[in-house]
């Protein structure tokens, strides 16, 4: 029965971690859905992929810095006209600047934070 209330104590505790990031994507992708139209997206986007590719990346760094507040803001871009290889490439940023913060943490001898199991 223990190891059960420890994963509902985990769980629960990586919902209400996850859910400002959450929010914060809704909000500015409601915001998206809002005032930015669907011609504009397809008139800054540059054609060429590979700039493109790095266009997603460069926009990117105005999102949230979590995985789970980017993906309703790239799903609204998508459905907006925006190609599917520059929303991979605004999601492997997050991937990139979450390892950044872990070498970080390594290398200035400071723990990694994770979730303790109490005993």
Request: contains cysteine; hydrophobic residues 50%.
């Amino acid at each position: 029965m223990t190891t059960l209330y420890q994963l509902n104590t985990i769980f629960i505790s990586m919902v209400m971690e996850a859910i400002p990031f959450v929010l914060v994507g809704v909000l500015i992708s409601g915001l998206i859905q809002t005032f930015v139209k669907d011609h504009w997206i397809a008139r800054i986007m540059p054609r060429n992929r590979y700039l493109a590719t790095i266009f997603g990346c460069g926009i990117g760094i105005f999102f949230p810095s979590c995985e789970c507040g980017i993906v309703p803001i790239t799903k609204r871009l998508i459905n907006k006209g925006m190609p599917l290889h520059v929303r991979g490439s605004i999601g492997i940023k997050h991937i990139r600047m979450f390892m950044i913060i872990i070498r970080m943490n390594i290398c200035m001898n400071m723990p990694i934070p994770t979730a303790t199991i109490p005993s």
